[in-house]
Nanobody, 124 residues
Framework: QVQLVESGGGLVQAGGSLRLSCAASVHSFSNYAMGWARQAPGKEREFVAAISWSGGNTYYADSVKGRFTISRDNAKNTVYLQMHSLKPEDTAVYYC?????????????????WGQGTQVTVSS
């Protein structure tokens, strides 16, 4: 059974930074691509970033490109989302997700497992 647990969310002022972590309980974590998505109140869940099995390839939503960085540590079964220059519109619950292929999933439907989410609130 796959378990994904996010952490690192919180309240931050606009312009600030946060780093989210996602610890995965899964065999052969390094075989799978990972991603982050977010859902703001009253809105649909949207794709944020993805990373391939090795970390060699990444992909970002236009809204976060240049501000967010996704990375992974396969030795720790963990994926990260470093967020800089945060804006009030980044306020959302952030979810970690796992795709059972090693490739770069850029749509939400590609992901097979999801975490419970961590709240990020950016104040103006």
């Amino acid at each position: 059974q796959v378990q994904l647990v996010e952490s690192g969310g919180g309240l931050v002022q606009a312009g600030g930074s946060l780093r989210l972590s996602c610890a995965a309980s899964v065999h052969s974590f390094s075989n799978y691509a990972m991603g982050w998505a977010r859902q703001a109140p009253g809105k649909e869940r949207e794709f944020v970033a993805a990373i391939s099995w090795s970390g060699g390839n990444t992909y970002y939503a236009d809204s976060v490109k240049g501000r967010f960085t996704i990375s992974r540590d396969n030795a720790k079964n963990t994926v990260y989302l470093q967020m800089h220059s945060l804006k009030p519109e980044d306020t959302a619950v952030y979810y970690c997700a796992l795709d059972r292929t090693p490739f770069l999933p850029t749509t939400l439907r590609a992901y097979d497992y999801w975490g419970q989410g961590t709240q990020v609130t950016v104040s103006s």
